[in-house]
């Protein structure tokens, strides 16, 4: 007998209700959030972390990876992660108190504001990432790796399919905040 996970029960609840026709959709999206709570709890568990740092880690992250000079705009930050412009302005806050991160204005467009990492946060960043890759690896290791990178694939494909994707340099019509900061350093 195939073992089921929780969403089996809540897919039998709601065909039983009569609530949809189809229940693929669904399932799909209930187990894609389950299984972000999976990769959650086992980052916190491994390194201790509270939710909020989770989010910051990740923030520290992209910043670092977001090519030479490691700089976003807070629009840009909150976008990429599905924050609110007010949640991402107090974790930008909390990690420019802890000395992470610094917010420079935009010489060429005063009403813009560069973040950057500062050298401890760039440390901190290699950090979290070690931790995040190595929750990550654990989470994995339970299924085989053909069916880690099917479903690596057919996520980027979801996420393609529904324009989530890296902007191209022709995507913006001049320069993009982003360049401009970057010039200014």
Do not use: W
């Amino acid at each position: 007998m195939e073992i089921r996970d929780r969403v089996d029960g809540m897919l039998e609840n709601f065909e039983a209700e009569k609530l949809f026709m189809h229940s693929s959709g669904i399932a799909v999206m209930y187990r894609l959030c389950r299984a972000v709570s999976v990769f959650e709890k086992a980052q916190m568990q491994k390194y201790d972390h509270a939710k909020h740092a989770l989010e910051e880690a990740e923030l520290l992250a992209l910043l670092l990876l977001n090519g030479a000079d490691h700089q976003m705009t807070p629009k840009q930050l909150a976008e990429t992660m599905y924050v609110s412009p007010a949640n991402m302005t107090a974790k930008l806050t909390r990690l420019e108190q802890a000395g992470l991160i610094r917010r420079e204005r935009n010489h060429v467009d005063r009403r813009s504001v560069g973040v950057t990492l500062t050298d401890a946060g760039t440390a901190m960043a290699k950090v979290r990432i070690h931790e995040m890759n190595s929750a990550a690896g654990d989470v994995l290791e339970a299924i085989n790796p053909e069916c880690v990178e099917a479903l690596s694939s057919s996520l980027r494909s979801l996420l393609v399919a529904h324009n989530d994707v890296i902007p191209s340099d022709s995507d913006s019509a001049g320069e993009s905040e982003s360049s401009q900061l970057r010039e200014v350093g």
